[in-house]
């Protein structure tokens, strides 16, 4: 009997852990990451600005305990596509998607290079951002 609860205990919470452990994904300005503007992101400035440990260590390919501009540029290449952030799956970010991810509406009118209230990957390539 204490077997069948724990299980039941158990499948209950697994909705719950899976969540946990896959966050919604974030972006932010690469300029906004470097707080202190030395040219590195520290561990502590990365985890401030809401950056995962796990992401963090991923850029860190040296283990230096900052990302270099390098290190940062690297990953954002691999890591680029804004099919992440883009929902509805349309191929384009919409203002309420950009500002559910943490971008301002500000920094959305930048990106928003035409103007038509959407970001195109193409948009999104010519800025200084980063998805995690």
Same mark, same amino acid.
């Given at each position: 009997m204490k077997l069948i609860n724990c299980l039941l205990i158990s499948v209950a919470l697994l909705p719950m852990a899976t969540s946990a452990q896959s966050p919604a994904p974030k972006i932010m300005a690469i300029s906004n990451l470097d707080a202190n503007n030395d040219q590195a992101v520290s561990k502590d400035e990365a985890l401030k600005a809401g950056m995962p440990e796990a992401t963090f260590k991923k850029i860190d390919k040296d283990n230096s305990g900052q990302i270099s501009k390098a290190e940062l540029n690297a990953y954002r290449v691999q890591n680029n596509s804004i099919s992440t952030i883009d !929902?509805?799956?349309?191929?384009?970010?919409?203002? !309420?998607e950009a500002m559910k991810m943490g971008m301002s509406a500000q920094e959305f009118r930048i990106l928003d290079k035409d103007n038509n209230g959407y970001i195109t990957q193409a948009e999104w390539d010519t800025g200084d951002w980063i998805i995690w």
């Amino acid at each position: 009997m204490k077997l069948i609860n724990c299980l039941l205990i158990s499948v209950a919470l697994l909705p719950m852990a899976t969540s946990a452990q896959s966050p919604a994904p974030k972006i932010m300005a690469i300029s906004n990451l470097d707080a202190n503007n030395d040219q590195a992101v520290s561990k502590d400035e990365a985890l401030k600005a809401g950056m995962p440990e796990a992401t963090f260590k991923k850029i860190d390919k040296d283990n230096s305990g900052q990302i270099s501009k390098a290190e940062l540029n690297a990953y954002r290449v691999q890591n680029n596509s804004i099919s992440t952030i883009d !929902a509805d799956k349309d191929g384009k970010i919409s203002k !309420a998607e950009a500002m559910k991810m943490g971008m301002s509406a500000q920094e959305f009118r930048i990106l928003d290079k035409d103007n038509n209230g959407y970001i195109t990957q193409a948009e999104w390539d010519t800025g200084d951002w980063i998805i995690w």
